[in-house]
């Protein structure tokens, strides 16, 4: 049952919307985001005195003192380390061979390398800049327009948060208290669609380009070269068998999966020959880096949730967006339109340490199972890193190629559209989401 106005009012004063403006202008003057959900949490502790500002110190090391959590650095060196070893160019071999006889063909691997890669990084960043370097120009000359072959490589990258394993749905679940083997689980329908919409679209825009056609070849030539391929890099394949027979058989937590993970991938490095001693600094730096963002963006979310419940300020969102509409299916379509904006212009963490706890009670308000609320979360905001202007991943993949972002963002609108047509299903029909999961969590 929605709340009303009898049932419950909240005002919000300057002591939270003074931090708020403070927030959105260090984010336009450049600050790092963390800093900006710092000051924008000990800004409304300050002012409402919701909390003593003196346990902010060890709330905020209460943030990212979870388990869970470790699994975040051993994800992101796996991928890391794929790169450096040259075993992400076995995925594109073997996802190339599949797809060389259809139409379009070469596009269609990019898209497989992409959800390969992202089933074992969890970054979308990553993937984008990790599969451009080893696809564009070669999409380019297999008849691709340049602007195209980028908005492909932007577009396949969203499945780095959308297929499980994932950075994000760890985050997530940590904020909301949900197990993220569960969400692992209650994402791969939802990946697949997403990556066979990317599929579909690469499929019908390629009939357009002359220069795209698949390889003429029976079924037998075409089994053969597979199997060449296949017992050339086989051995690849190892690392997300590991990661999905772990978490999906329950043997394994996802941090186990993570860390078994990435000492295969190391040992494999080792005995190819392809990784020496002298490339760890630079792997551990690079990998530091970007747990680096992402760490104190979950410390600093702890203290900000904490305020804002005291204050009410997810009680007055909810209140806020009933009062536009009691229609279920209204409050629904106006929380993706929220998600997709602030997925174009911020990164998923924060996004998920700022909305998750604001649109939570508001999705169970409108009777919405809490894990598909997760998975719709996610798959909308990696809708925003392609969606035009400010896509995240367009900015990726033009920094990579100097390509024109304007380009890049008019091209990447046919897997916008298709994309988004999967966040309705997913918001609409909870079997998509659910399917895994146990009876009682349905």
């Not at 336009?28 to 002012?47: D, F, N, Q």
């Not at 340049?146 to 959308?162: D, F």
């Not at 990726?396 to 916008?416: C, D, N, W």
Request: hydrophobic share 55%.
């Amino acid at each position: 049952m929605l709340w009303t106005l009898e049932q419950f009012t909240v005002e919000l004063g300057w002591d939270f919307y003074l931090p708020l403006i403070g927030f959105f202008v260090l984010i336009a003057l450049g600050v790092p985001i963390w800093a900006c959900i710092g000051v924008a949490s000990i800004g409304i502790l300050v002012m409402s005195q919701a909390l003593p500002v003196g346990i902010v110190g060890e709330t905020l090391f209460g943030g990212i003192d979870h388990f869970a959590l470790t699994a975040v650095p051993l994800f992101i060196l796996t991928g890391d380390v794929l790169v450096r070893t040259g075993l992400s160019r076995k995925f594109l071999d073997v996802a190339d061979a599949l797809t060389c006889w259809a139409r379009g063909g070469f596009g269609s691997a990019t898209v497989l390398v992409c959800g390969m890669f992202s089933a074992i990084s969890g970054s979308d960043a990553a993937g984008a800049a990790a599969v451009g370097r080893m696809t564009i120009d070669r999409l380019v000359e297999a008849g691709y327009a340049r602007p195209y072959a980028c908005a492909l490589v932007a577009a396949g990258a969203c499945t780095g948060i959308l297929i499980p394993p994932s950075i994000a749905y760890i985050v997530i679940g940590l904020v909301l208290g949900i197990s993220a083997s569960t969400l692992f689980k209650a994402a791969v329908i939802p990946g697949v669609l997403i990556l066979g919409s990317i599929l579909v679209t690469n499929i019908i825009v390629s009939r357009k380009m002359a220069k795209a056609e698949g390889q003429l070849m029976s079924f037998g030539e075409w089994a053969a070269n597979l199997g060449r391929v296949l017992a050339k890099g086989w051995y690849a394949f190892m690392i997300p068998g590991i990661i999905f027979w772990g978490i999906f058989s329950g043997r394994l937590t996802p941090t186990e999966a993570g860390a078994a993970a990435v000492t295969v991938t190391i040992l494999m490095g080792f005995l190819l020959g392809t990784l020496k001693i002298s490339d760890f600094p630079s792997m551990m730096i690079s990998s530091a880096k970007v747990n680096g963002v992402i760490l104190p963006i979950v410390a600093f979310s702890l203290p900000l949730s904490q305020a804002m419940a005291i204050i009410g300020v997810p009680q007055g969102f909810v209140y806020a967006m009933t009062t536009v509409s009691d229609n279920p299916a209204i409050i629904i379509l106006l929380m993706i339109a929220i998600l997709i904006i602030a997925g174009c212009v911020m990164e998923t963490t924060p996004n998920i340490v700022i909305l998750a706890p604001l649109m939570f009670p508001l999705a169970q308000e409108i009777g919405m199972n809490d894990v598909q609320f997760c998975i719709m979360m996610i798959t909308t905001l990696g809708v925003g890193f392609i969606t035009p202007p400010l896509g995240l991943n367009l900015f990726v993949v033009s920094g990579l190629t100097g390509e024109s972002i304007l380009k890049i963002a008019h091209r990447a609108i046919p897997f916008m559209l298709l994309m988004l047509i999967v966040v309705l299903m997913i918001a609409f029909i909870p079997a998509i989401s659910t399917t895994f999961l146990p009876p009682l969590m349905r």
